[in-house]
């Protein structure tokens, strides 16, 4: 079998594995707590626990990979987290679920970042592009298809089944890792970041979890606020620690590339207005429109059926236009369906908003491909790792940011109202302000040059001075 086919596949299947099980039991928190004995409310803390446990352990990832081998680390990883799924079926206490999601986040935690490193590691610049559009699609399909498969599984089955399912598609992912990716490790390994990896830890995990849960009405606000500010003055000391440091376990010199800068930074905001998507969307189909969770989660599944759409066709677009201008169009394309949604009402036609949501599916993934594609573009092969733990922090930040600034949109919007219950018109003002915070990635994206990411695409612009023979193909004309 071709390994630069199977390896983006068997990595596509461990993040979707990872990506869905991190949203499939929010429409099954109250049988859950009916069954172990506790309430849905208290069993909220169970969310967070995967959350704070992701955000700990994603710094380490990089170093970890480097100094036991990616391969290992990404099947030890694959372990862990059927691990943490095996634990979560069988718990009998609130105690042991908490514990057990704990496992699973640690498992997640190295999932994504050492998944791609492998991919990096393993397939050819040239075909990387095309790798990356496998690797986009858990990504656009799980947080969507999670909350209705759990809870048709829930309904019909039992909500053991959500972790269980994990079991097989596990070992058989391991058993493809450990047969199809080489066991490939770094020529030199640095010295490992422990005061770094703590101050991260904590800054990564303050943001993220507060971010999370701001304007869900979950925790005081005064919580809340005191998680951010943790999270951001451990941020500030690591950044000192940092520059005092010869290895850093995340390493904020990748963002003097032009390319990892514009991936980073870019695909930030770009991010924030899609991670709010998941959330915003259930939330106005069910509170606002009157639907049941499988309703919604089968209409808002066609932004995932677009974002397949794309995985053939982002490589030939990239190729033919080059990274600038594919990111710079695609961002105000994207964008702009994103605040299309702020359109919908009860009344607008089921087929209208299925169509919104397939298109702007279709273009969010190539987004997705371009900026996740274009963070290696100049990235040397010895801070490959660096890279993907540093990109991995920055998209939990973006996501769990973009969860925040829509809650707080909508919550804005019924306080202006005067209402005391949520209704279909308080999501318009939060899909504009997304779209718009979407929208200004444009600026980043603007001051790549023209040729940025050429290894990666092949598209090669031309410069103004060179001329142009008449039959020449015209790509070049397009450059």
């Known amino acids: 079998m071709n390994r630069e086919r199977i390896v983006p596949l068997i990595v596509a299947v461990a993040l979707f594995m990872e990506n869905m099980d991190s949203t ?19 069993l909220k803390v169970a969310l967070t626990s995967y959350l704070i446990s992701l955000a700990v352990f994603i710094p380490a990832s990089g170093w970890t990979a480097d100094r036991f081998g990616a391969r290992t680390v990404f099947a030890a990883a694959i372990a862990i987290f059927i691990a943490g799924s095996v634990g979560c079926a069988l718990a009998g206490s609130l105690e042991d679920f908490v514990i057990a999601r704990i496992v699973q986040g640690m498992g997640g935690a190295m999932m994504t970042p050492v998944g791609r490193l492998v991919l990096v590691r393993t397939i050819d610049k040239r075909k990387l592009i095309g790798a990356m559009a496998w690797v986009t699609i858990p990504a656009l399909i799980g947080p ?5 498969v759990g809870g048709f599984i829930t309904t019909f089955a039992s909500w053991h089944w959500i972790f269980l399912i994990n079991v097989p598609f596990g070992l058989v992912g391991i058993v493809l890792v450990l047969r199809f990716i080489d066991p490939v490790r770094a020529e030199r390994v640095e010295p490992f970041d422990g005061v770094g990896l703590l101050l991260a830890g904590l800054g990564v995990a303050g943001l993220a979890f507060g971010l999370s849960v701001a304007g869900l009405d979950l925790l005081p606000w005064q919580v809340i606020a005191t998680l951010i500010a943790g999270g951001a003055v451990a941020m500030g000391a690591y950044l000192w620690h940092a520059r005092r440091t010869p290895a850093p376990i995340l390493d904020f010199s990748l963002l003097r590339l032009p390319t990892f800068h514009a991936s980073f930074v870019g695909g930030f905001l770009f991010r924030l207005g899609v991670g709010a998507l998941p959330f915003l969307l259930p939330l106005m189909l069910q509170t606002g429109f009157g639907l049941n969770p499988f309703q919604s989660g089968m209409i808002t599944f066609a932004a995932a059926v677009g974002g397949l759409g794309m995985k053939t066709l982002a490589a030939r677009i990239i190729n033919r236009f080059g990274f600038r201008r594919v990111l710079m169009v695609d961002a105000v394309v994207s964008a702009a369906f994103i605040a299309a949604c702020a359109a919908f009402t009860p009344a607008t036609p089921l087929g209208l908003i ?9 273009f969010r993934s190539l987004q997705f491909t371009s900026v996740n594609s274009i963070a290696y573009a100049d990235i040397e092969t010895a801070r490959m790792s660096r890279a993907t733990a540093l990109a991995s922090v920055g998209q939990q930040l973006s996501l769990s940011a973009g969860v925040a600034v829509g809650a707080f949109a909508v919550e804005t919007s019924l306080h202006m109202s005067g209402s005391t219950e949520i209704g279909a018109g308080d999501f318009a003002p939060a899909f504009l302000l997304v779209g718009a915070i979407s929208a200004a990635s444009v600026f980043v994206f603007m001051r790549l040059p023209r040729d940025a990411g050429a290894e990666l695409s092949g598209h090669m612009p031309v410069k103004a001075s060179d001329p142009i023979a008449p039959g020449e193909d015209s790509d070049r004309r397009m450059g």
Request: glycine share 12%; charged share 5%.
């Open 144 to 148: 969507v298809v999670g909350p209705p």
């Open 354 to 362: 299925v169509t919104v949501l397939l298109i702007g599916g279709f």
């Open 24 to 42: 499939v039991i929010a429409t099954s928190l109250p049988a859950i707590a009916a069954d172990i004995g506790t309430n849905p409310l208290a």
